[in-house]
């Protein structure tokens, strides 16, 4: 049975672990470095864990959740389909363009060959989770009408994803986009990402 400081212990662990591996890499941290800074022994992580690969796929599956959840939580029962999708574009943007979520997607990338189960992990976790959360809103507009119905609502919601995501996401992992954003910025490009999506590019 699982205690209450037992789940402490266990937040406390995956949290420290995900902060030493995005700030050093998954080959920089060794088993003993983490017990080093938050407690508990070998033995508890391993029958826990089974092996380092499976305590970083742990850690990596928290941060995802705490970047998921403030989507997750988003209300988009509004009415107006421009303005719900711009107000899920901007609450994706700001939780994407975080310096450790831009973290986790490098890492995600560095060890995609040699750890692709946990990369896949990541990418379920995160890109996935946010896909499946706008694909249930999508499939309710379709089901009233304002949507187009001969996409499923899963692939309109990928393309929604990738067409706010792709651009500033990558602008920050290459430097081009150093500081952190205003707001008042990553509206704008939340309504430009909504209405290129939703008019199209002809006139």
């Given at each position: 049975?699982?205690?209450?400081?037992?789940?402490?212990?266990?937040?406390?662990?995956?949290?420290?672990?995900?902060?030493?591996?995005?700030?050093?890499?998954?080959?920089?941290?060794?088993?003993?470095?983490?017990?080093?800074?938050v407690?508990?022994?070998?033995?508890?992580?391993?029958?826990?864990?089974?092996n380092?690969?499976?305590?970083?796929?742990?850690?990596?599956r928290?941060?995802?959740?705490q970047?998921?959840?403030?989507?997750?939580?988003?209300?988009?029962?509004?009415?107006?389909?421009?303005?719900?999708?711009?107000?899920?574009?901007?609450?994706?943007l700001t939780?994407?363009?975080?310096?450790?979520?831009?973290?986790l997607?490098?890492?995600?990338?560095?060890?995609?060959?040699?750890l692709p189960?946990?990369?896949?992990?990541?990418?379920?976790?995160?890109?996935e989770?946010?896909?499946?959360?706008?694909?249930?809103?999508?499939?309710e507009g379709?089901?009233k009408?304002?949507?187009?119905?001969?996409?499923?609502?899963?692939?309109l919601?990928?393309?929604?994803?990738?067409?706010?995501?792709?651009?500033p996401?990558?602008?920050?992992n290459?430097?081009?986009?150093?500081d952190?954003?205003?707001p008042?910025?990553?509206?704008?490009?939340?309504?430009?990402g909504?209405?290129?999506?939703?008019?199209?590019a002809?006139?």
């Open positions: 049975m699982t205690t209450t400081r037992g789940n402490a212990r266990r937040r406390a662990l995956l949290e420290k672990a995900g902060e030493m591996f995005l700030s050093h890499g998954y080959d920089a941290i060794s088993i003993d470095a983490l017990i080093s800074e407690g508990g022994s070998r033995r508890n992580i391993y029958s826990t864990y089974n380092k690969e499976g305590l970083f796929e742990a850690a990596v928290e941060l995802c959740e970047y998921v959840r403030p989507i997750s939580e988003l209300s988009i029962k509004t009415s107006c389909p421009q303005l719900a999708l711009a107000d899920f574009a901007s609450e994706l939780s994407v363009l975080k310096p450790s979520a831009l973290a997607q490098r890492l995600m990338i560095a060890e995609s060959h040699r189960n946990v990369s896949q992990a990541i990418f379920t976790a995160g890109h989770r946010v896909v499946a959360i706008l694909a249930g809103w999508l499939e379709q089901l009408g304002a949507f187009r119905q001969d996409l499923p609502p899963a692939r919601a990928d393309l929604f994803v990738n067409m706010v995501v792709t651009g996401q990558l602008r920050a290459i430097g081009l986009i150093v952190p954003l205003d008042s910025v990553i509206r704008a490009m939340a309504v430009e909504t209405t290129l999506f939703l008019k199209g002809l006139v």
